[in-house]
């Protein structure tokens, strides 16, 4: 894999005429933390990009483990919370990964990133029959009723071909190697078992570019353009940080199929004005608050099946 950890390099590749730039170490949680802060001049406005992460690529992951964990144990009831009727995780991507779990055969399941589960109580009984496992860094505040492990993506406690179905969502973006998290998942997948993967799509990811609202509408304009991946550094409060990793989507498809995948399905996905009306008592505040998502499609989706060769 190839990543921008310099501050040359992040500079060489931003595609825009007029910018400015600073570099400091901020410190949080204990952790001394190099960034790049970029500032985007648009039209006269100033535009401040999310702080790029510099150096050793083996600090920036354990800046990226120790602030997400933190803000898991810290801030469990703000995670994915929103004051708004409509959920872009409850009301998007949940209804997604649940018509895929009732149309699949397999009877064990591995949820990785379970304390922000994706999946229902009442999903999980009815499909698995309690051979469920999650899997995350930190243990889950609710639904202590199924079996949970502490553990990384990257170094899963299974034996070798012992899973046949693993689910992944909203969890690579925050992966600084996915290469490696990805064999993993090919390591404890059993023969011709699935693999579905939700995450960001990159291709209008803020940490690469920015939206601006014209009319009614928002345009997206990229910023940074590589498909090397980079690391953003995330503000979502006061102490309460993470850090955003851009990988270009089709990383992870490749990822795959290098490892015996299959691809059975890809497509991206978002929310648009009938669903936010059908789901929402407050839907015409909704759409506007939600119109860059309806605009531009942010997520994406892959099933990809394991046939390994012996």
Not at 62 to 76: D, H, M, N
Not at 252 to 280: A, C, M, Q, T
């Amino acid at each position: 894999m190839e990543y921008i950890t310099e501050k040359e390099e992040i500079l060489e590749n931003i595609k825009w005429r007029n910018f400015f730039y600073d570099c400091e170490v901020i410190s949080i949680n204990g952790l001394n933390i190099p960034i790049l802060k970029v500032t985007i001049i648009d039209n006269g406005k100033e535009v401040l990009m999310q702080p790029f992460l510099l150096g050793d690529i083996e600090y920036i992951e354990k800046c990226a483990r120790l602030l997400w964990q933190y803000s898991l144990q810290q801030y469990p009831e703000k995670r994915n919370s929103s004051s708004r009727n409509f959920s872009l995780k409850l009301d998007v991507i949940k209804p997604v990964f649940e018509h895929n779990i009732r149309n699949s055969s397999h009877k064990h399941i591995l949820e990785i990133g379970s304390s922000e589960s994706f999946l229902s109580t009442k999903i999980v009984n009815d499909f698995f029959s309690g051979n469920y496992i999650g899997l995350d860094i930190t243990t889950p505040e609710k639904r202590c009723d199924f079996s949970y492990l502490l553990g990384l993506i990257e170094q899963l406690p299974f034996t070798n071909e012992s899973i046949d179905f693993v689910l992944i969502s909203m969890v690579l973006l925050n992966i600084v190697r996915p290469e490696i998290a990805l064999a993993e998942i090919s390591r404890v997948l059993s023969n011709k078992s699935n693999a579905i993967i939700i995450d960001i799509n990159s291709n209008y990811y803020k940490a690469c570019g920015f939206y601006k609202k014209e009319g009614e509408n928002y345009l997206f304009t990229k910023v940074l353009n590589t498909e090397k991946s980079f690391f953003t550094l995330k503000v979502l409060g006061r102490n309460n940080f993470f850090v955003h990793c851009y990988h270009c989507f089709d990383l992870y498809r490749n990822i795959l199929v290098e490892h015996g995948f299959k691809i059975s399905n890809d497509f991206v996905f978002g929310p648009s004005k009938e669903i936010i009306k059908s789901r929402s008592p407050n839907y015409t505040k909704d759409i506007n608050l939600f119109s860059r998502y309806i605009n531009y499609e942010p997520f994406r989706f892959i099933k990809a099946k394991r046939h390994k060769c012996h």
